[in-house]
């Protein structure tokens, strides 16, 4: 039999309690990142109040999910730092 093929696990599958805790902060604190189509690629979009960035880089649509889901931990992480405690 062939081996099976180890697929590698996003960091917010690994992480699912403090992913949804991120997402959730997120929306309460008016943060949004979301997809912006651009040819065959996608840019993404993060929106802070009245702040929008665009990102430089585009990404594929299987980098996509991972990467925003990535936006969202990175921002909940700075905030903890921030604060000190999880909100």
């Known amino acids: 039999m062939p081996k099976r093929k180890i697929k590698h696990i996003p960091r917010y599958l690994q ?3 403090k992913a949804l805790k991120a997402i ?3 929306f309460r604190s ?4 979301y997809p912006v189509v651009s040819g065959t690629q996608y ?3 993060i929106e802070s109040g009245l702040k929008r960035i665009k990102s430089p880089q585009t990404y594929s649509k299987e980098e996509l999910t991972e990467k925003l889901w990535d936006i969202y931990l990175h921002y909940y992480d700075k905030h903890l ?3 000190g405690y999880e909100s």
Do not use: T
């Open 24 to 26: 959730s902060w997120a």
């Open 30 to 33: 008016d943060l949004r990142a």
């Open 43 to 45: 840019h993404i979009m």
């Open 81 to 83: 730092e921030k604060v």
């Open 15 to 17: 992480e699912s309690k």
